[in-house]
């Protein structure tokens, strides 16, 4: 048998290795100021287009929240860990491994499209065939079609994810800002049109559905970009899939230690206690979440671009950590500080068994956000292997923190802690191994980055108790969102001010050079 070519070698020529759709090669580096600015400039369009997102996705967990009971977002919860768990070779880590040949994206895009979409398919069929067992266990009847409704998501999915790389890699984080816009309004709509109509749990992932659709429409009417005329290359799959591997054990990792605790809490929390610590997550992480995955997207496509520069890598990584832990942390404590006359305003007290939990998982986010920064250190340089191994510990703990902590006090406040201890100790693993390996002291950089992370903290505790002074449900939580935003400013600007320079001027030097034209500056950097 013919030994398959290294995946470097792989020929060009026809079946879609040759020029046909292709744009020309990507460079294997690019000047410093150059990356520099292209990173600051596609953060500034993925924040955006994120903060506009997620302004449409909190507004309409809001509604679902009036809709919907606490057992059915605890049906939902269930049917999200169990899909995580089967689903642990989705997408056989494929989309880092095709982003990370950069300037080869398109003569491998074919044999990975094809070989996704085995493995999905695949996956989905996994997925589906324990819907009706995972209803009986539960004795949920409900879940079988919540189930049933993931599996099918999981291949239609493919397509999507690998126009997206091509736009990610390219770093035309505009055009991918303005389709998460359009995408986000047309799943939320679809959300809260099917909880209003009575569809329960099944409304969170009924939209998804339509949404793999006419996102795919959208990436394709932008990119021009057809995987699935290119030949699958079947010589180079197992190739593919072993250096895939690690990346499988990460994602699965992530994925896991954000929903996997789920499925066996719903064997020890009565369903309206599990659906409220899931309520609470998912409105501290819904926006956290996505502004980590943008910073990573960002991140990830400039430190490729630094190639093996170390020196250029170690200067970006500090300021980046800052700027990621500052966002991170005004985003969830903001949260956390009008949660509760935001809870009194809308649901009247229906969901304030939730508050404790939001407090406790607001003031950890930043460093979940923080390990973002770190994902996209050793993806981009490569060490899948590293990253996996430590993301499937931090998992491992955080899972074990949450489920512990729920059993021990049956409560939403100790599954809440236990989450909030596995997420630091993760967190403080990640930094340890990746900073050491670029020459990067971990203990400077959690100093440099706990300082904004406490001044924003003290602002939230202080705005939350000026706002309780307040007369009036509204008036009490409008005080507190205007003390927090003023407190939290001065805060920055006068106790934290390295970091609120960096996050100011990085902003500045984008709109400078973006709207007025002004050269970019050798000297300056991500």
Not at 124 to 150: C, D, N, S
Not at 185 to 201: D, H, S
Not at 289 to 304: D, G, I, K, S
Not at 352 to 367: G, K, T
Request: glycine share 8%; proline share 4%; net charge positive.
């Amino acid at each position: 048998m013919k030994k398959a070519e290294p995946l470097e070698m792989l020929p060009g020529g026809s079946h879609g290795f040759g020029a046909r759709n292709e744009i020309p090669p990507l460079p294997q580096a690019e000047p410093h100021a150059e990356i520099g600015h292209r990173a600051l400039e596609g953060s500034i369009w993925m924040i955006a287009a994120t903060g506009g997102a997620k302004a449409l996705g909190f507004a309409c967990q809001l509604a679902l929240a009036w809709f919907l009971t606490k057992e059915e977002f605890g049906v939902f919860a269930i049917a999200v860990s169990l899909s995580v768990i089967l689903g642990i070779l989705r997408d056989g880590g494929l989309q880092m491994v095709l982003v990370e040949k950069g300037r080869h994206f398109d003569s491998f895009a074919g044999p990975v499209f094809w070989m996704m979409l085995a493995i999905n398919t695949a996956t989905g069929l996994m997925i589906a065939a324990v819907a009706q067992p995972a209803a009986a266990i539960y004795h949920l009847p409900e879940l079988a079609g919540v189930i049933t409704l993931f599996a099918i998501s999981v291949p239609l999915c493919v397509l999507p994810s690998v126009l997206t790389l091509r736009l990610n890699v390219n770093m035309q984080f505009r055009t991918l800002g303005v389709i998460q816009i359009a995408s986000a309004v047309i799943r939320n709509t679809l959300m809260l049109y099917f909880a209003w109509a009575g569809y329960g749990a099944k409304s969170f992932i009924l939209p998804l559905l339509i949404t793999n659709l006419t996102d795919t429409l959208l990436l394709w009417s932008l990119s021009r970009f057809s995987p699935w005329t290119r030949a699958p290359n079947f010589r180079c799959w197992p190739e593919l899939f072993a250096s895939g591997r690690w990346v499988v054990l990460g994602t699965f990792a992530i994925a896991a230690g954000n929903n996997g605790a789920y499925f066996v809490l719903g064997k020890f929390l009565p369903s309206d206690v599990l659906g409220t610590y899931f309520f609470a997550y998912q409105i501290v992480m819904q926006l956290g979440t996505l502004l980590a995955e943008n910073f990573y997207q960002v991140l990830f496509a400039a430190f490729v671009r630094m190639g093996k520069d170390l020196a250029r890598i170690r200067a970006a990584v500090p300021r980046a950590l800052a700027v990621v832990v500052l966002v991170g942390a005004a985003a969830s404590l903001a949260i956390a500080a009008i949660f509760e006359a935001l809870e009194r305003v809308l649901w009247h007290g229906k969901w304030a068994a939730a508050a404790p939990a939001v407090y406790i998982l607001a003031s950890v986010w930043p460093a979940v956000a923080a390990v973002s920064v770190l994902r996209a250190v050793q993806t981009a340089m490569g060490r899948f292997h590293q990253w996996g191994i430590i993301t499937l510990i931090g998992a491992c703990v955080s899972v074990v923190g949450t489920v512990a902590g729920a059993c021990y006090t049956k409560s939403v406040i100790g599954a809440s802690i236990g989450f909030a201890v596995g997420a630091l100790l993760a967190a403080a693993l990640s930094a340890r191994f990746t900073l050491a390996d670029i020459g990067i002291s971990a203990i400077d950089s959690a100093l440099c980055a706990l300082r904004p992370w406490f001044v924003i903290a003290v602002c939230a505790l202080c705005a939350h108790l000026l706002g309780s002074l307040a007369a009036g449900s509204l008036l009490n939580l409008c005080a507190t969102a205007l003390s927090f935003a003023v407190l939290t400013l001065l805060g920055l600007k006068f106790i934290a001010h390295d970091s609120y320079r960096l996050v100011a001027n990085s902003v500045q030097r984008v709109l400078r050079t973006r709207l007025f034209g002004q050269p970019i500056v050798e000297g300056e950097s991500l």
